[in-house]
Structures are given as C-alpha cells and as structure tokens.
C-alpha cells in the first residue's frame, strides 16, 4: 500500500513541476528532492509491502514512508488550492492588487518551505532505514518477490466464490438433506437452522438449496435476508420488499415511516394462509431472532425458516420453539478438500508431481474449510507451476501464521496472504471496498466511478481508464475477493460482495493504515488522521477542525436523520481538498452551500435526494468529472453547467415506478443550447429534446459518448438525430423515446449506425423497421417499446450473433412470430408485453437454443404456447402474466390441458390473474377451475383498481 500511495505521489509531482514551473518557483528544488529520494525508494517498497507483516521494523518504516507521500500530497494541494483560490478571488486591481496579491504569495511560499524542510528531514531518516532495511532482507526473500507475475487481466468467472452446482464439492448430501427437512409432510412452522464456523459454506449451501426448483416450486413465497448487524425496521421492510416485487406489485404506501409494530402486521397478513420460505442468512445473536420471529405466522400449512449462523447457542434458541432442526455444517474429509483445491488451484487438472508434497502441506492448514481452501487455491491459481520457490515461500508462511490459532483467525492470515500477493494498483481497489456497509451490494459501474476519481486507475495505452478499471474489477473477482450476486446480459457484474470474512481483512488493514475511517453506530473515536471517511446510517460525533486539510473523500450510506445531515453540512464547510463527494439518500431538500466551495471535487453525488434546484454556483466546480443527479427532483439544470469542461458524467432523471410502466413514467432534464460544448462527457441521460433540432445536432460534437438517453423526440427530429448519432463512434448504449406513444419516432436517416453498439431502447411509434440494426453484431439487448412494428422484427433480429435480451412491449402489430430454425443462437430472456393483435408464436427446432427465460404478458388473443416450446430444453423459467383463461386453460394438468406436456420439462412455469381486486399468482400444477383445491402462490388484495397503460 505504501507503494502505491509513494507512487501516485511521484507521478502527481512529475505532472505537476512540468506543468506549473513558474507556480512552484522557490520551492521547485525542495519538491525535486522529495520526489528523487522516493523515487530510489519504490522498488524496494514492492518487496517490502509484502514483507511488513511478519516484521515490525519494517512495518514502521513501510507506514513511516507512507504517511510521507500523504503529507507532501497535503502540502501540495494546500499550495495548489491557496494559489488558485487568491488568484480567482481578488478583484483588486492597479499597483495595490498586484503588491497585496505578492506579499500574501510570498508569506504562503514560506510556510510551504518551512512544512517541505520538515518533510526532507524526515526523508533523510527514512533514507537511511532504506539501506538498512535493504541490507536485512534475504537474497531468498528478495528473489521470490522479485517473481511476481505480471498480472494480465483474465476473465476466469467460474473461480468466482460461488462456484457452479457442477463444480461444488461435498455439497450434495447437505443439499438433499435440507430439503427432506424442509420437504417433511409436518404442517407446523419449522425452524432448521445451519451453524458452523465462518468459511464453512453455510451460505452457499442454503442458497443452493433455496434456488433448487423443486423448493421453490412446494413453496409460494420466497425470501432471502442478510441480517449480520441490522435494524430491525430496515430488516422488516427488505422482506416486505422482496414478497411484493416477486409479486410484481407496489409497496404498500408510506412504508418509509411505519414502526415495527407495524411492518411485522404487514409482513404477517401478507403470509398468512400462505406455505412460505423464509432464509435469515448470518444471524449473530439471539435477540436479532427474538425481534424477527414474532413477524412469522404459523398457521400449519408447512412453512420454513431457514437461518445460518456462527453460534451454536443461536442455531438452539431458534429451534426450540418450533421443535426445529440444528444442521451442524462439518468440514470438508480430505478427500473433498484435495479435489476442491486442484479446481481452484490447477483448474480441475492434476496436482502436478513435484507440487503434491508442497500443496498437501498448504491444504492441510486449511482444515477442510472450504472459503479457505478456494481462496488460497485461487491465489496459487496465478503462481507459475514452474517456480517451485513461490510455492516454497508461501507453503513457509502459512506454517507459522496457523500453527497453534483458532481456525478462524487462521482464516483471517490466509485471506491476508491473498491481499499481499495482489499488484500494487489493485491493492487500494480492494481495500476502497471498506466504504461499503456489511452485506452492502456493490453496483458496478458506481464502484469503476469512484475508483477513477479517487486516482486508483491510471489509463494505459490502447485502453479508457473505464476500461483498465473493469480490467481491476475482473481480477479481484477471478482471485475470488469479489463474488456476483446478479450479473448483466453479458454475464459480466451488475452487482457484487465480498464475502464477512474477506471484509475483516480490509478493515484490519485500513484501520492499520488509516486508508477509510467508518463512522457509524458503534465507532465514537475516530483515528488521528482520517483520509477516507465513509458514514453508515449516522454520524453523531463530529470533530471537523483535526481532518479540513486531509480528508479527500466523504461517502454516506442510509443517512437518513435530520442530525446526521445536519452534522454532515457542518463537516463540508472545513473539507477544502475533497475530491469525492456522495450523499446519496441524504434527506436534502437544497444542495449545501459549502459544496461549491470544494474547488478539487471530482464526484458529486445527490442521487436519491429531495433537491429540486441545482444552483448557478455549480459553475465553481471546474474539476468536476461525474455529476449524478438520478431520482432527484431537478428538472432544468443552470446555463453556467456548460462551464464545467471536464464533466464525462451527466445523469439525471427520475422513474415513477407502477404496476405496470406507462408510456410516461421518467423525466429528465431539458436540453441546453450550447450543450454540444461538454465535449469530455461519455454518459449523458435523459436528455428531453426541448430545444429542439439546434440541441440535438450538437450531440455530434460529444465524440466520447458511451451511453446517450434523449426522450421527447419529435418526428421532425429524425434526420438531425440520426445524422449526430452515427458520428458517435463510441457509443456502446442509445435510449431514444418519442414525446408520445404515437409520435412517430424516425430513424431511418441512420446509414452508419455506431458499430461498436451493446444496448438499444428504442420508445414511441416506428413506421419501418429501422434495416440498420442487424448490422450491429455486437447487440446484447434490444428493447422495442410502443413501437408498434408492422414488419416482422424478427427477420431483422435472428442473425444478430450476440443477442441475448429481445423485449417487446407494444411492439408488434401482426399476428404472427416464428423464430427460424438456427436462428437467435445466443438469445437467454425473452419478452412479449401487451402484443394484442398477436395469435400465434411458432419455435421451430433449433431456434434459440439457450433461452432460459420467456415472459408472455396480456395477448389477450394469443390462443395457445408458443408451438414448439417443447424444443427449448435449456428453458428454466416460464411467466404467463394476466392472460386469459382459455390460454392457460390448455396447459391445465387437472383438465387435460393438451399442452401440458410441451411444458412438463420446465422447472418453474407461473401463471399469474388478476381476479376479485388483487393479483394471484399460481404454479402451473395447480387447477384454478377448482376452488377447493386451487392454492395460488400469492394472493394480494388492493383497493380500486388496477393501473393500466
């Protein structure tokens, strides 16, 4: 860590003493001596950083250095903002100008020296412990360092966290005895709860078990709950939460205010009369089970909790009540672990001869605990087979750290030995993962963002910094530090964690380097030097006068009390050299005054607050890079944003969520004239065309634009957008929407469209099928909204080689879909929504060969399934949502549905009516003609009715 932090200081310094010679005139030499004396430093800091753990001399001297390279940086961005800020703020001028703005420049010149003749004093000592310590490593120690591989970006997702069912060892007997418990004919609420120690694969197994379909076909409610350390309200409404949207519907109204009285009224009304399964994963005391349980009714129709955690005394408490299961989860027999280990490790193949001896001893500290095991099988995943003497090195250091400890702490150092073996530059990636809350899921794109402004990302030759980012983010996952929770079409990320135990070895070491300094409900004393500071939930000490000039990045999460932001302002106003800045949920009704004073900020995020006005003093913000607005009330944004030259990010807009989406349910902001001036901008949404044909033809000049949304198109604009659209040669996503659902949209000027193009959405009335999409071969998504197609779209669509996504809604006015034999080779979820004149889908043989997921909505004149849905073997999951009952009639098992069969191979097939005031929801193997029998998976009951299109 101290290299990279030494590092990022000497490149700043380069940048900067060629760039602004005559502003650090007089103090040039003490800047080129600090930045010579490290750079003679930073090879030596590659070897040491992963050598200060098991030597405390050289622990201090590592923190010694860097704790040097953090107070240059001060001194310099101190320098920086003074000079700047005296230059900008004084108006006087004549002689009387010139002679105060000189006499103030030259005092603050002095004090500069006086701190740097400090600091190169303190670098002639570290100078000396350089040789020393130089002289003390080992020749072994310094040539096993010196072997680092050169970590080129892999994308091996399978070595992920949660492996594959296939590739998961000793997991099949818990699996099927899980379900026999949760299967057992005995109608009363059970409790099983599985307790073991951390890195056992508690949660892997009950999510195994909880996605398997036989579990989720026997119950009809599911949900999955992280409690770790938790507010009981917060918990409360993440199942109210998740029982409605697996019912696609609303959540009840003012649910943000309700006590817990309350929630748990809802939750049990909800489940009562229902067979449902609840998972409560990471439960750490008795109390978080006590303030749950009493939400849970038990009415004997055979429901089950499910709860995993670490304390045996927990596992007993919940179980006694219900006469419930204690799963006591073992470790893995030898057997199991070597062949866990040569998956990790060799990728399946055999331990290679020489290796067995080397590779049995690392295995047998292991103690067949299977997070153990993958993670140090990832790491030697990376070594090369060749050079015996990095296994040597790390089968030596694992004896000594485990010998003799508790096996968890002993987890603990192996999961360190992942952290010292990442590169330099990945190291502050990873730690920066801190910011996050326990069980916080980590969305992409926001985590690439911010690692770029924090400097994390440097860009390379050939490549955009977003992309040596993504390439950072693929090796933490393929080292196993990052699992994917829900990944996009691609199968890259979406969202992501990092498992408990991995997130202990980040705060050990950034409390230890004082990297991020979390304040929340536990944490009353804060370190001495805070750089990083990220608030959970509340902020009730406030010490701003000890950290103005050093912190650089203050980041909430679930802030939600008037206090806590009231102390938050009170904090911006002393946070000169923030360059990050992120309140998100933060209950704002106006932005604070004292952010247009931080003059360094590069992130501003308001997202999810209650501003409606984005002040003109915006314009203060020259550095400003990512400007995230999305689901505030901001509908027109100040002229003076045009000033601020390096934005690449503009997002803002706001979705109204319903039922079901109306043509109208997101705003964005009205277009600027002269907006065509923000040339660095790479993502710009939604953008209302309002000015115009002249605002449109200038997103021509936005050349970097990766993403682009523009709503309330016109017929009219058709030749001006597309004539800009195909000079975006970058543009990887495009989001068009016409003012109204039978406005034209006209898109038929686009020749050339952007060939490098992932993701279309195209919203509002197409005449003719715009031929140019099926040029575009690397498609992943393609949505087709109110379109109101008259071609057959499909002709267009079948040979694009990556497609994955196809939605239509609206889209398609024949009466007939027939996806070709051969075609659509890559399509995974398919979508039709409201198609009213359509009666008839036919999938010849060989047609979409991996789909696994088809929703069919309201074609009300679809007579039958899709003909030939029986050749979709890869199909997991089939939806039939509010159509009628004569279709469903025909799948029918109880009636002899003639269709039955074509879908008796599928795992999970639902069909969903809307009938006496709520949505039910059935499982295809129950009869909805017989009322005595039929048990719907859901029944929701609302007042009035149902929203509509």
Known sequence: MAEFAVYFLIEKLTILLNENAQLFKGVRQDF??????????????????????????????????????????????????????????????????????????????????????????????????????RYKLSIQEQDSSSGFLDYSVTDRRGDALLLEEGELVGIDNPKQNLIRLLMEEDPGLKVISV????????????????DDAVVKKHFQNHAWLTVSQFKIEDLLKDIIQQLFDEIKQPLPERIGSMNSNRLKEIIREFLRRRRYVLVFDDVWSIPAWEAIKYALPNENHGSRIILT??????????????????????????????????????????????????????????????????????????????????????????????????????????????????????????????????????????????????????????????????GYLNELINRSLIFMVKTNDDGSLKYGQIHDLYREVILLKVREQNFVTTANEQ??????????????NTLEHVKKERYGTQVRSLLTFGVTDPQSMLNILQLLSSFRMLKVLTLKDVPLLTVPEATFTLFRLRHLSLRNTKVKVLPRSIKNLKKLEILDLKQTYITELPVEIL?????????????????????????????????????????????????????????????????????????????????SIKKLHNLRSLNLKSTEEDMVLDLQYLSSPPPFLQRLYLTGRIEKFPVWIQSLHNLIKVYFRWSKL????????????????????????????????????????????????????????????????????????????????????????????????????????????????????????????????????????????DENSRQPRTVIRTQGRRNSL
């Open 32 to 133: 080129e001596y600090v930045r010579d004396e490290l750079e003679r430093m930073i090879a030596f800091l590659r070897v040491a950083d992963g050598f200060e753990e098991s030597d405390p001399e050289l622990n201090v001297w590592v923190k010694q250095v860097r704790e040097i390279a953090y107070d240059t940086e001060d001194v310099i961005d101190e320098f920086l903002l003074h000079s700047k800020h005296d230059h900008c703020s004084h108006g006087i001028r004549g002689f009387l100008g010139e002679l105060y703005f000189s006499i103030k420049k030259l005092k603050f010149t002095r004090k500069v020296s006086a701190e740097l003749r400090s600091i190169i004093s303190r670098v002639r000592n570290i100078a000396q412990g350089h040789q020393r310590y």
């Open 195 to 210: 307790v073991g120690m951390g890195g056992l694969g508690k949660t892997t197994l009950v999510k195994r078990v909880f």
């Open 309 to 470: 955690t670490r304390l045996i005394n927990v596992a007993s408490a919940s179980c006694i009540e219900t006469d419930g299961y204690v799963y006591e989860l073992n470790p893995l027999s030898e057997e199991e672990s070597w062949t866990l280990f040569c998956q990790k490790a060799f990728q399946g193949n055999s331990c290679p001869q020489h290796l067995i001896e080397i590779c049995s001893n690392i295995l047998r500290n292991c103690g067949g605990l299977p997070l153990a095991i993958v993670a140090i099988g990832g790491l030697l995943a990376t070594k090369n087979t060749l050079r015996v003497s990095e296994w040597e090195m790390l089968n030596h250091s694992l004896g000594p750290e485990l010998e003799g400890n508790d096996k968890l702490e002993s987890m603990k150092n192996i999961l360190l030995l992942s952290f010292n073996d990442l590169p330099y530059y990945l190291k502050p990636c990873f730690l920066y993962l801190s910011v996050y809350p326990e069980d916080h899921l980590i969305e992409h794109n926001t985590l690439i963002r911010l690692w770029i402004m924090e400097g994390f990302v440097k860009q390379k030759e050939g490549r955009t910094v977003e992309e040596v980012a993504e």
């Open 523 to 536: 944490k009353t004393m804060w370190p001495g030097r805070v750089r990083r500071l990220s608030i959970h």
């Open 643 to 723: 000033e601020l030259h390096c934005l690449s990010h503009l997002l803002l807009y706001r979705t109204v969520v319903y039922s079901y989406l109306p043509y109208h349910c997101s705003y964005g902001f009205k277009a600027l004239k002269g907006i065509g001036g923000l040339i660095s901008l790479r993502k710009l949404v939604y953008m209302e065309a309002s000015c115009g044909s002249d605002a449109i033809k200038e997103i021509s000049m936005m050349t970097e634009l990766r993403r682009l949304c523009i709503t309330k198109l016109r017929r009219e604009d058709g030749m001006a957008i597309c004539s």
């Open 790 to 929: 008259s071609d057959d779209p499909l002709q267009y669509l079948q040979d694009l080689p990556n497609l994955v996504h196809l939605e239509f809604l609206v889209g398609f006015t024949g009466e007939e879909l027939c996806f070709k034999s051969g075609k659509f080779q890559r399509l995974k979820l398919l979508n039709f929504d409201k198609l009213e004149p359509l009666r008839r889908v036919i999938v010849e043989e060989d047609a979409m060969p991996h789909l696994e997921k088809l929703v069919i909505q309201r074609c009300n004149l679809l007579q039958r399934i899709p003909r030939g849905i029986e050749h979709l073997i890869e199909l997991k999951v089939v939806e039939f949502f509010d159509m009628p009952d004569e279709f469903i009639s025909t799948m029918d098992p109880h009636r002899l549905g003639e269709d039955y069969c074509k879908v008796a191979h599928i795992p999970e097939v639902y069909y969903t009516f809307w009938r006496n005031g709520g949505w039910e929801i059935y499982p295809l193997d129950q009869n909805p003609a």
